[in-house]
């Protein structure tokens, strides 16, 4: 007799639907490759400042003539509150992500390979938020948030957004981080612990990636115009708020800078934007080929550098 500890194998598993194939895909990767960043991460070990936060080349203000003026030790002060801030932002996201994704499977089938990836994705958020959160504090910076706009903004879309709207905007704040964290994760300027991190983040957000994807595609065939352009819109927009919310402006006073200056070169630091140009390259291609790259849409990814 088979144990009852032991995993059933895929030819074991009753017959779904055909339209759970990539969540039952997902699901036998989270059970192969997950983590737990409670063991995983070296919380124990104190923060070693002869190293930065972030990969310096996606510093905003790396490339300008204040990043010139700054002493080393002043650069690795300002990709560390930089790191925090991208993963303080990370956190809010997340915890609408989560709203969406649980408001969308409620009351479907709980045996569905579909709604159990949707819980385990919010399970693996959760640990990403709280990864995050102590990631943070370690780097020695403040509990960063959102200016007051942008929160009640995020109030009002994880409440009201869905389909198509709610996973294409899941999809552009994993994509942009997924890039950036890639390189984190690869450069040995970067603290270790910040690197494990980013790894761990890489690694399981790609199921959340492939999974936001599939349900965007599904969610748009045969969408209608005016939905079309409406949803078009709104993931723009959350697209806008999301990445313009990514650095919070008190970065630059606590990591000893002149704030009005700072704010101003990093708005017109042409690297930076190039940076994020590229990193969404690969996002926007999927966008366009979803139709949810209209006009006014293209509107707001100019503003916010991504295309």
């Known amino acids: 007799m088979a144990s009852s500890t032991v995993r059933p194998t895929s030819q074991d598993r009753p017959e779904k639907p055909e339209g759970d194939d990539v969540a039952r895909r997902l699901l036998d990767s989270a059970a192969v490759l997950a983590y737990d960043p409670a063991i995983e991460v070296d919380w124990d070990t104190p923060l070693d400042r002869d190293f930065h936060g972030a990969s310096p080349e996606w510093c905003s203000l ?89 929160v009640e903004l995020g109030r009002v879309f994880k409440t009201v957004a869905f389909g198509e709207a709610a996973y294409a ?74 990445v313009t919310s990514m650095v919070n402006r008190k970065v630059y006073a606590n990591a000893g800078l002149d704030e009005k200056r700072a704010l101003a070169e990093a708005k017109a630091n042409e690297h930076h934007k190039s940076m994020m140009r590229s990193s969404c390259s690969g996002l926007m291609e999927f966008l366009a080929s979803s139709r949810l790259l209209t006009k006014p849409a293209l509107a707001f990814y100019k503003r916010a550098n991504l295309i």
């Not at 910040?194 to 599939?214: G, P, Q, W």
Request: charged share 25%; hydrophobic share 40%; glycine share 4%.
């Open 62 to 150: 790396y490339g300008t003539s204040y990043w010139q003026e700054l002493t080393d030790a002043q650069r690795k002060e300002l990709t560390r509150q930089e790191a925090a801030s991208v993963a303080s932002t990370g956190i809010w996201f997340e915890m609408i992500l989560q709203q969406m994704v649980l408001r969308d499977v409620y009351a479907k089938d709980p045996t569905s390979d579909e709604v159990q990836w949707a819980l385990t994705e919010i399970a693996e958020e959760c640990r990403h938020s709280i990864m995050f959160a102590r990631g943070a504090e370690k780097l020695g910076a403040p509990p960063y948030r959102p200016h007051r706009f942008a």
């Open 169 to 242: 905007a899941i999809l552009v704040a994993e994509e942009v981080l997924d890039v950036m964290q890639r390189d984190w994760m690869r450069d040995e300027r970067v603290v270790p612990f910040v690197r494990t991190i980013n790894n761990i983040h890489v690694v399981e957000e790609s199921r959340h990636m492939k999974f936001a994807r599939d349900q965007t595609t599904k969610r748009m065939a045969g969408t209608g115009r005016v939905r079309r352009q409406i949803n078009a819109l709104v993931i723009a927009i959350a697209s806008y708020v999301i």
